[in-house]
């Protein structure tokens, strides 16, 4: 029964023409029994997996026992060829399952690797996150700093402008004053003399209108301290006139110049709290006198007075640093008018009548040969 069993697997080794063509196998291949199917491994994948122990088999000796078999038909062939068939399907079928383990093992290994490597890029992508946020920080950080150093940096230049202007102004008024000192003021012609004086004349007439516009209530306001004021004022124009005049002729042109420019540098120096004084007193004494008949303000008038007083007081220091002698000249109350010297203003009588008010000095120009040059007469108001 064993020698049955085992001539009819030999006779395997004869392959049929159908057979061949299925699964062509070598003729002198070592053949396994079924009962070691199970145990036959599988190469997959490049696993070399040691087969398990064949039994020699002569294939001589199968050949020739089985010969008269086969020559009687393919009845017992296909007796046979059933349990071959089915083995070699149960050999498949294991091979396709060691297969699809193998491919199950590699799929989870793959997996287990795109899922470390996808935890891996998400952590790198955090630490990226992060590492932006940080940047982003450190940038606003550092562009607040940066906006703050330039507003220190434009704050301290301005503030250095603005010092190298003051000291440059400081410079400007002690360089204007040594210039001053060695070639004098800008000379100005007897034209420019007149028309400023008459842009002041102007300027204190638009005062008077503006602020003044009832002449019935100013008919009675005149008092003597008002004209104490102006004598005083008159009486100490004189005297530094009088004292220029004396002065040209010990010494000579330029040594009176230089002279006059210094006396008067040094009279404005020292009595510039004076100035602001006398400023402040003919501005108090108007509004106390006229102030009640006023149409407008206090404040702006004040002011427009103040600023009024100040371009007299600078016109009169540039006349006095000029080359030729200037002095202004006001008609006491009671002189007879003179057409000459005087510009008729208005009032109760003729022009040929008497001098009641002097509205605006006369401007004359000193020489040494002629005497006074009249420039600009005096604006008188006349009485009978």
Not at 162 to 191: C, F, I, M, T, V
Not at 224 to 245: E, F, I, K, P, Y
Not at 319 to 345: D, I, N, Y
Request: charged share 30%.
């Amino acid at each position: 029964m064993v020698f049955l069993n085992l001539r009819s697997w030999g006779r395997r080794g004869l392959l049929s023409p159908g057979k061949e063509q299925r699964q062509p196998r070598a003729r002198n291949e070592s053949l396994l029994p079924p009962s070691w199917i199970g145990e036959r491994p599988a190469r997959l994948s490049g696993v070399a997996i040691k087969a398990p122990n064949r039994l020699p088999i002569d294939e001589n000796a199968f050949v020739d026992e089985t010969a008269p078999e086969v020559q009687a038909g393919e009845e017992v062939n296909d007796k046979n060829r059933a349990p071959s068939d089915n083995a070699e399907d149960l050999y498949d079928e294991h091979e396709q399952m060691t297969e699809n383990r193998l491919l199950l093992e590699t799929r989870r290994e793959l997996e287990e690797q795109h899922s470390a490597a996808t935890e891996k890029i998400q952590q790198l992508t955090r630490q990226l996150e992060e590492s932006h946020k940080e940047h982003t920080r450190k940038q606003l950080a550092d562009r607040e700093k940066s906006e703050q150093q330039d507003y220190l940096l434009r704050q301290s230049r301005e503030e250095a402008s603005a010092s190298a202007n003051r000291h440059q102004e400081e410079l400007n008024k002690l360089y204007h004053k040594l210039n001053a000192l060695q070639s004098g003021q800008q000379s100005w012609g007897d034209d420019q003399i007149v028309e400023a004086m008459r842009n002041l004349n102007q300027n204190l007439d638009r005062w008077v209108k503006a602020n003044f516009k009832d002449a019935t209530k100013l008919e009675s306001c005149f008092s003597a301290r008002w004209n104490l004021v102006l004598g005083n004022t008159v009486r100490a124009l004189r005297t530094l006139s009088c004292l220029s005049a004396r002065s040209i002729a010990p010494g000579s042109e330029t040594a009176f110049h230089t002279w006059r420019i210094a006396t008067s540098m040094a009279i404005e120096g020292g009595t510039k709290e004076k100035c602001e004084t006398a400023f402040a007193d003919i501005i108090q004494t108007v509004e106390g006198r006229f102030g009640v008949f006023c149409s407008t303000d206090s404040e702006p008038r004040k002011r427009q007075l103040e600023k009024l007083l100040r371009k007299c007081a600078d016109f009169k220091v540039t006349l006095s640093r000029q080359k030729q002698a200037f002095f202004f000249h006001c008609s006491p109350a009671g002189v007879e008018f003179s057409l000459p010297f005087m510009t008729f203003g208005g009032g109760d009588g003729q022009p040929a009548g008497k001098v009641r008010w002097s509205l605006w000095p006369a401007i004359m120009k000193w020489h040494d040969d002629t005497g006074r040059d009249v420039l600009e007469t005096e604006l008188v108001w006349t009485m009978e």
